[in-house]
């Protein structure tokens, strides 16, 4: 019983998540909230009585306990709380977060009325949309790049579209609707631990608009750390039949704690299309986006298992943890050691900073140049007065 009123007391202090992180938008939950503690915004007693089971749960898991230990001293900052999530994630940090913020409303940080845009009051795309249908979306696309550098650069993305499940009630299967499978990878580094590999699913059913002057492509939702989020989705190009297949998604969406936007590249390999480049170049500076500052995602682990050609190249900087990589489990031992005590009370941002920092941008790749022409890297120097031809 005391671990849980502890695990209550952590929790009071818990008002400053940042959400689905969201690199290009408004940070409204912290420019509304400040940076200093407001408790008259939690529920002690909610939260004793309506989450008293997820935290009792949350309290046996050393990662779960670190992790709401994480989050609560990021005090908003995106970036450190998804470096907070790669490190400690668990099931029952979400079911915590979850029934704490959304279910039973036990701290009151919502800024966003929580809910879909209709397809009327979705916001307008930085460029017209094209048309789609579900079937043009079916089977494996690759995520290859991506302009939020916090939401859309994990590593081996990889996103698998099906028709809905036939094991959903007939009444509410949409036929303009496809069902997606999320998974990506997060670096997990530990203190005292090898390097891991956080893997995530996440599962959604993505919409397509019918009404006509619709402002989207699609609409989806879904929960990913612990909160809702939905999405509107604006597919803004795709590959002409001499190019590589891609397409070229910006989408914009929400939590009950902020709003956010982002945009990212599908490829049917998990390797930069490069003779569809150009295209995507265009495309993005159409769109009012620097191509140069779009993230290259790691998708080598594909390459490795021998699910397809080449990845992009990375340099070792690029790579996103040294040693041997495993699937992370999260640790349910209590803290015993100094490592686990550390890490309890260690600043947070320092972590996410580097883990941040390993991600690598288009303009530093040096094989495109700055409209997206593929050229072979320089080589050794040539003999004085000849000259290479790129």
Not at 1 to 13: F, G, N, T
Not at 46 to 60: E, F, G, M, V
Not at 180 to 207: C, D, N, W, Y
Request: glycine content about 6%; proline content about 9%; aromatic content about 10%.
């Amino acid at each position: 019983m005391v671990a849980e009123v502890a695990m209550v007391a952590l929790l009071s202090q818990f008002i400053f998540w940042g959400g689905v992180p969201a690199a290009h938008a408004e940070n409204e939950l912290r420019d509304t909230f400040g940076d200093r503690v407001r408790p008259e915004l939690v529920q002690p007693e909610c939260l004793a009585k309506q989450c008293s089971a997820p935290i009792k749960k949350c309290t046996d898991s050393t990662d779960c306990v670190k992790g709401l230990a994480c989050t609560a001293k990021c005090m908003g900052d995106a970036q450190c709380t998804v470096g907070c999530f790669a490190r400690y994630w668990s099931e029952d940090l979400d079911n915590v977060l979850s029934c704490a913020i959304e279910d039973a409303g036990c701290i009151k940080i919502g800024v966003v009325t929580p809910g879909p845009d209709s397809c009327l009051t979705a916001p307008k795309p930085p460029r017209p949309i094209i048309p789609q249908t579900p079937a043009s979306l079916q089977g494996k696309w690759y995520k290859v790049m991506g302009w939020n550098s916090i939401y859309d650069c994990y590593e081996c993305q990889l996103n698998s579209f099906t028709k809905p499940s036939i094991q959903q009630d007939t009444m509410n299967v949409k036929p303009n609707a496809v069902d997606i499978e999320v998974t990506f990878s997060m670096p997990r580094e530990r203190i005292g631990q090898p390097a891991q590999t956080l893997k995530q699913t996440i599962h959604e059913q993505l919409v397509f608009d019918t009404a006509a002057g619709s402002h989207r492509t699609a609409s989806t939702v879904g929960k990913m750390f612990g909160l809702t989020f939905w999405e509107n989705w604006y597919i803004i190009g795709e590959n002409s039949v001499a190019e590589a297949p891609f397409k070229f998604v910006y989408y914009t969406g929400k939590t009950v704690q902020n709003r956010y936007e982002g945009a990212f590249v599908y490829a049917r390999k998990p390797e930069l299309p490069q003779s569809a480049m150009p295209s995507i170049y265009r495309l993005a500076r159409e769109a009012g986006l620097d191509p140069e500052k779009f993230c290259v995602i790691d998708n080598k682990c594909f390459a490795e298992k021998g699910g397809a050609s080449k990845p992009p190249p990375f340099t070792p900087v690029a790579n996103a943890a040294e040693g041997v990589a495993r699937s992370a489990a999260p640790d349910t031992k209590p803290m015993s050691t100094l490592d686990d005590f550390t890490e309890f009370i260690e600043d947070p941002r320092p972590p996410a900073r580097a883990m941040f920092s390993k991600l690598k941008q288009m303009g530093q790749m040096m094989e495109y140049d700055a409209d997206g022409v593929h050229f072979l890297p320089r080589g050794p120097p040539l003999p004085p007065g000849q000259l290479r031809l790129i």
